[in-house]
Nanobody
Framework: VQLQASGGGLVQAGGSLRLSCAAS????????MGWFRQAPGKEREFVAA????????YSADSVKGRFTISRDNAKNTPYLQMNSLKPEDTAVYYC??????????????????????WGQGTLVTVSS
């Protein structure tokens, strides 16, 4: 299984980025997908999750209204559209895949240890 995250970079505060995560080696359209981030010296933090069908999503309060998670099952790719970026969004962003339980359980989807596979991360730096 491979999850290849991309789309990170340096952006000014208020700007936008779209992260992608190319998935291979798993039945992508049966897995819930999540995005997490980890800033230097901090624990890995939940950002957003999406159900296997794309019909349900869940986001952390810190990004609601600014970040949108989506997926294209035909392309085996989840996305994270990030708008109105702030310096505190600076982190390495990781995508992850979870076999799930059939529906998007919000409590479960926010816990890193529930996920079966992880990508290598892509760095997002937001300058003030």
């Amino acid at each position: 299984v491979q999850l290849q995250a991309s789309g990170g970079g340096l952006v000014q505060a208020g700007g936008s980025l779209r992260l992608s995560c190319a998935a291979s080696g798993l039945p992508f359209n049966t897995y819930d997908m999540g995005w997490f981030r980890q800033a230097p010296g901090k624990e890995r933090e939940f950002v957003a999750a999406i159900s296997w069908s794309g019909g349900s999503t869940y986001s952390a309060d810190s990004v609601k209204g600014r970040f949108t998670i989506s997926r294209d099952n035909a392309k085996n790719t989840p996305y994270l559209q990030m708008n109105s970026l702030k310096p505190e969004d600076t982190a390495v962003y990781y995508c992850a895949a979870d076999r799930g339980v059939g529906w998007l359980d919000q409590r479960r989807s926010s816990r890193p240890n529930e996920y079966d596979y992880w990508g290598q991360g892509t760095l997002v730096t937001v300058s003030s």
